[in-house]
Nanobody, 117 residues
Framework: EVQLVESGGGLVQPGGSLRLSCAAS????????MSWVRQAPGKGLEGVASIGAGSGSRQGYAYYVKDRAHISRDNDKNTLYLDLNSLKTEDTAVYYCATGWGLGDTRGQGTQVTVSS
């Protein structure tokens, strides 16, 4: 059974930074593309960043987080990360990690990120 458990969300001021983590189990993590997606209040799901299987050298970012986000993976720990910098109020959302590229396939339960002063 695929399990994805996100952590690291919270309340942060505009301009701040945080790191989200996703502990994965139940599938071959190292050979799987992975993604971060988010859902803001009253809006649909949108992609944030994706990383290819293996070394993770292949990466893709949504334009609205490009140059502010970095996705990475630790295959020894079966963990996916998302570093977010220069956070804006419009980054407020529930962030999910997902198997696959783009919007992904299976998602975790999510972690709330609130950007507010």
């Amino acid at each position: 059974e695929v399990q994805l458990v996100e952590s690291g969300g919270g309340l942060v001021q505009p301009g701040g930074s945080l790191r989200l983590s996703c502990a994965a189990s139940g599938f071959p993590f190292s050979s799987s593309d992975m993604s971060w997606v988010r859902q803001a209040p009253g809006k649909g799901l949108e992609g944030v960043a994706s990383i290819g299987a293996g070394s993770g050298s292949r990466q893709g970012y949504a334009y609205y987080v490009k140059d502010r986000a970095h996705i990475s993976r630790d295959n020894d720990k079966n963990t996916l990360y998302l570093d977010l910098n220069s956070l804006k109020t419009e980054d407020t959302a529930v962030y999910y990690c997902a198997t696959g590229w783009g919007l992904g396939d299976t998602r975790g339960q999510g972690t709330q990120v609130t950007v507010s002063s």
